[in-house]
C-alpha cells in the first residue's frame, strides 16, 4: 500500500510541475492568439485601403479614357531651336540687375549652361531671390529660346 501511496505522491509532484510548466505556454499561446488577431486586423485595414486605390485608379483610368476619346483640337507646339554655344557664355549677357547677378554668382552659377539647368523655385529658394527677380531671369531666358529647369545633360562649364 504503501508502494501505491509513494507512486501517487510521485505523479502528483510530476504533475505539478507539468502544471507549472504549462502554465506559462498557455499565457504565451494567448499572447499570441490576440497579437494574431491585432495583425489580422491590421490585415484588414491594408487590405480595404488597397481596394479603395484600386477603386481610384479604375476611375481614374475610366475618366482618362473618356477624354481620350472627346474631340479636343490639337495643341499647336512652335518648335524651339536650342543653340548649345550659348551655356558656355557668361551670365552677364542677360544684362540682369546687380542685386540679381549677385545672387547668382554666390551660388557659383557664371554661365547660362548652370542657370537654365535651375528651376525658378529652386532660384528662389537657394539664391534668396524674390519671385520678381527670378521672373525676370525667366523672361531674359525667354529672350534667346531657353528655359529655366532645362535639362541638358552631359553638359559641362568651361574651364576657366
Given at each position: 500500500?504503501?508502494k501505491?501511496?509513494?507512486?501517487?505522491?510521485?505523479?502528483?509532484?510530476?504533475?505539478?510541475?507539468?502544471?507549472?510548466?504549462?502554465?506559462?505556454?498557455?499565457?504565451?499561446?494567448?499572447?499570441?492568439?490576440?497579437?494574431?488577431?491585432?495583425?489580422?486586423?491590421?490585415?484588414?485595414?491594408?487590405?480595404?485601403?488597397?481596394?479603395?486605390?484600386?477603386?481610384?485608379?479604375?476611375?481614374?483610368?475610366?475618366?482618362?479614357?473618356?477624354?481620350?476619346?472627346?474631340?479636343?483640337?490639337?495643341?499647336?507646339?512652335?518648335?524651339?531651336?536650342?543653340?548649345?554655344?550659348l551655356?558656355?557664355?557668361?551670365?552677364?549677357?542677360?544684362?540682369?540687375?546687380?542685386?540679381?547677378?549677385?545672387?547668382?554668382r554666390?551660388?557659383?552659377?557664371?554661365?547660362?549652361?548652370?542657370?537654365?539647368?535651375?528651376?525658378?523655385?529652386?532660384?528662389?529658394?537657394?539664391?534668396?531671390?524674390?519671385?520678381?527677380?527670378?521672373?525676370?531671369?525667366?523672361?531674359k531666358?525667354?529672350?534667346?529660346?531657353?528655359?529655366?529647369?532645362?535639362?541638358?545633360?552631359?553638359?559641362?562649364?568651361p574651364?576657366?
Open positions: 500500500m504503501s501505491i501511496y509513494d507512486e501517487i505522491k510521485k505523479l502528483s509532484t510530476e504533475l505539478r510541475v507539468l502544471d507549472g510548466e504549462l502554465l506559462p505556454l498557455v499565457s504565451s499561446l494567448e499572447s499570441l492568439q490576440k497579437e494574431l488577431r491585432d495583425t489580422q486586423a491590421r490585415y484588414n485595414r491594408v487590405l480595404k485601403d488597397v481596394n479603395v486605390c484600386r477603386s481610384n485608379k479604375i476611375n481614374i483610368l475610366e475618366q482618362l479614357a473618356v477624354l481620350a476619346v472627346t474631340n479636343v483640337p490639337p495643341v499647336e507646339v512652335t518648335p524651339v531651336f536650342f543653340n548649345p554655344e551655356c558656355n557664355m557668361s551670365i552677364d549677357i542677360l544684362k540682369l540687375d546687380t542685386r540679381s547677378k549677385g545672387a547668382l554666390l551660388e557659383n552659377i557664371r554661365y547660362i549652361g548652370e542657370l537654365i539647368q535651375r528651376t525658378e523655385d529652386d532660384l528662389i529658394d537657394k539664391t534668396n531671390l524674390g519671385r520678381v527677380s527670378a521672373r525676370k531671369i525667366r523672361e531666358l525667354a529672350e534667346y529660346n531657353l528655359n529655366l529647369g532645362s535639362d541638358i545633360g552631359g553638359w559641362n562649364p574651364k576657366s
